[in-house]
């Protein structure tokens, strides 16, 4: 199984690459596994210029298309995302409006391959899951919308630093078991 995480915050090396990392250790086994955070790209803003709606593909020449092949490439795709004011970083939102050409809300519209599974993991550094279920919510649309399958999620908080994820690891794991026995 081809498997990819993704850092959705913009801070490369911060409670959420830490939990980046351990995904990728605990579904490596048997399986390709690739990470990817979304600062190392370079990603515009979408302009709404509604002109990919038409052609399937955006004007702009930038990193997305790049991502999109991980996208392709991968069968499983983990989003892992902090809060940032109860939703997703604003970097990992301009990517996400940048998809717009691969939609499936307008036709013409580009794809990526069928069948694949989406899991979100969002964290946060208050105690209150409501934030982590606005930013699991707003991942798990961004997967429908590619008809990624969203089939799973973790929502960890009280999650402040590298040094927190330490204590959450056993809650990493299982969840991560929960993918790759899927």
């Not at 940032?84 to 990526?112: E, L, M, S, V």
Request: proline content about 4%; aromatic content about 8%; charged content about 25%.
């Amino acid at each position: 199984m081809k498997i990819l995480v993704i850092n959705c915050s913009p801070v490369q090396n911060g409670a959420t690459a830490e939990i980046v990392k351990w995904v990728g250790q605990y579904v490596r086994d048997g399986n390709e596994v690739r990470t990817l955070c979304i600062d190392d790209y370079d990603v515009r803003f979408c302009k709404g210029c509604r002109k990919c709606h038409e052609t399937a593909a955006c004007f702009q020449k930038d990193d997305v298309d790049r991502i999109m092949e991980q996208l392709k490439w991968a069968d499983q795709i983990v989003s892992v995302s902090p809060s940032y004011w109860a939703d997703i970083p604003g970097q990992f939102k301009a990517f996400i409006d940048r998809c717009t050409p691969w939609c499936n809300t307008h036709d013409p519209h580009a794809t990526i391959p069928t069948g694949k599974k989406g899991y979100a993991i969002a964290l946060r550094t208050g105690p209150g899951m409501a934030e982590c279920e606005k930013v699991i919510g707003s991942i798990e649309h961004f997967y429908g919308h590619l008809e990624i399958k969203a089939s799973g999620h973790l929502g960890l908080c009280s999650v402040a630093s590298r040094e927190d994820v330490a204590e959450r690891t056993d809650e990493i794991k299982a969840f991560c078991d929960t993918i790759t026995n899927s």
